[in-house]
T-cell receptor, first 114, second 112 residues
Framework: AQTVTQSQPEMSVQEAETVTLSCTYD???????LFWYKQPPSRQMILVIR??????QNATENRFSVNFQKAAKSFSLKISDSQLGDAAMYFC???????????FGTGTRLKVLA | DAGVIQSPRHEVTEMGQEVTLRCKPI?????LFWYRQTMMRGLELLIY????????DSGMPEDRFSAKMPNASFSTLKIQPSEPRDSAVYFC??????????FGQGTRLTVV
């Protein structure tokens, strides 16, 4: 079965510091996508970053970057120079290429301390 | 583009009543998804459409739930009759050719 595990229910980071959120997944597929979504208190799910499994290079979007370890089935999100606006629930998600069903993790609540 | 638009943002209804949630996907997107989010079960896919046709409704919990997409710019999720255990946040999302999904702001449904 395909599963996504986020083992950190809650994390805290000091403003301007760096934090890493963990995500592992289980699959027998070789071609898939991984995503990080942010859900602030406004409730909307916002796409932060995505990674195609066939790409070895780690995706980067401004202060957000991932560490994708395909063999270990690990997909962590690093947030650099954390800002108060980064406080939110973060969900890791997985989708097999050519399919349309996303599997979401249970989320990590990130608190940013001023 | 205004993004995926859902209405209403909040809905409180009495048990047994019919509830209709609405969604306008991003223009040009050909996939539309309905998700339900609860504390206990996280985000669950209920149903998705491709080019207005329902493709997979295996996540719809019961016959009380139904979804339609009469055209490319509008979809509804209906619960009839509603029950307290249906209380959740319901998200609509759309995507283009199966790429990343863009979500609406969700409808918080409370059934009392």
């Amino acid at each position: 079965a395909q599963t996504v595990t986020q083992s950190q229910p809650e994390m805290s980071v000091q403003e301007a510091e760096t934090v890493t959120l963990s995500c592992t997944y289980d699959t027998s597929e070789s071609d898939y996508y991984l995503f990080w979504y942010k859900q602030p208190p406004s409730r909307q799910m916002i796409l932060v970053i995505r990674q195609e499994a066939y790409k070895q290079q780690n995706a980067t979007e401004n202060r957000f970057s991932v560490n994708f370890q395909k063999a270990a089935k690990s997909f962590s999100l690093k947030i650099s120079d954390s800002q108060l606006g980064d406080a939110a629930m973060y969900f890791c998600a997985y989708k097999v290429s050519g399919t349309y069903k996303y599997i979401f993790g249970t989320g990590t609540r990130l608190k940013v301390l001023a | 583009d205004a993004g995926v638009i859902q209405s209403p943002r909040h809905e409180v209804t009495e048990m047994g009543q019919e509830v209709t949630l609405r969604c306008k996907p991003i223009s040009g997107h050909d996939y539309l998804f309905w998700y339900r989010q609860t504390m206990m079960r996280g985000l669950e896919l209920l149903i998705y459409f491709n080019n207005n046709v329902p493709i997979d409704d295996s996540g719809m919990p019961e016959d009380r739930f139904s979804a339609k997409m009469p055209n490319a710019s509008f979809s509804t999720l209906k619960i009839q009759p509603s029950e307290p255990r249906d209380s959740a946040v319901y998200f609509c999302a759309s995507s283009l050719a199966g790429a990343e999904a863009f979500f609406g702001q969700g409808t918080r449904l409370t059934v009392v």
